[in-house]
């Protein structure tokens, strides 16, 4: 249930509380994590990420909000070149000691997928699964703008976009719907559902290749950079 708050940024920003907040989630629910998701996750989808992004001829891929590392463990053993960046320390650690246990060459890196400075074209593909639902409308935004120059041109995005928001927890809203948790256990996460129209007009500068919508109600979407 929405709680009201009238004392809400119209636009969240980084530099305020409840950005912070939402930063301390991450890592307080990273924390007590001591071994990695290393069990690899059963989506309809899966097979079809690599299949895609060798049809797109990619090579190199960067992870966004990769956790512990199973998309990029996943895509490395297939020979994939990887960067995985996550905002959570642990999250990060975890990932590396999996990719070491393996032999694997991950570069995992601990950053904020809102403030990332890589250089102009050095990704053939961006892969964010589960991801952009931390974001609110404003910030998912710029971060699709900034993927933009990292991409090579030709390179391809992909997304899983969850359908959430309708389940039980207490939160008040932001202007642009997004969900601020109030409740113990999700207590500062943010948490934004994306509409199809949303998501055409966030990815307006790109060629939508395919989105569909899965069983689950999460929506794939399949963009290249022009
Ligand atoms: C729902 S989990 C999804 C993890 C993984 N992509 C998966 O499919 O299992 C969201 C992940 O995003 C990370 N995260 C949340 N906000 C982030 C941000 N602004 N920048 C980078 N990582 C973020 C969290 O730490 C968490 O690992």
Not at 185 to 192: A, F, I, T, V, Y
Request: hydrophobic share 40%; charged share 25%.
């Amino acid at each position: 249930m929405p709680s009201e708050n009238s004392n809400l940024p119209s636009e969240l920003t980084k530099d305020t509380d409840i950005y912070r907040e939402n930063v301390d989630f991450w890592d307080k629910a990273w924390s007590p994590v001591k071994t990695a998701y290393t069990q690899m996750p059963d989506l309809p989808y899966l097979e079809s990420i690599p299949a895609n992004l060798k049809k797109h001829g990619c090579q190199t891929v960067l992870d966004l909000g990769c956790g512990s590392g199973w998309l990029s463990i996943y895509l490395a053993r297939l020979g994939f070149s990887v960067t995985g960046i996550d905002i959570a320390h642990q999250a990060i650690h975890l990932a590396r000691s999996w990719a070491k246990d393996e032999h694997l060459k991950i570069t995992f890196e601990t950053g904020d997928i809102t403030d990332m400075s890589y250089v102009e074209d050095t990704f053939d593909a961006v892969v964010a699964n589960s991801i952009f639902e931390h974001l609110t409308y404003h910030l998912a935004e710029q971060t699709i703008k900034e993927l933009y120059s990292f991409v090579r041109p030709g390179g391809v995005f992909f997304g899983c976009f969850d359908l959430v928001g309708t389940g039980p927890g207490e939160f008040f809203e932001l202007a642009d719907k997004t969900h601020v948790y109030t409740d113990k256990g999700r207590k500062g996460m943010l948490l934004r559902c994306f509409s199809d129209e949303e998501l055409k007009a966030l990815f307006a500068n790109w060629e939508i290749i395919s989105l569909k919508t899965i069983e689950t109600g999460s929506r794939l979407l399949w963009a290249r950079r022009i």
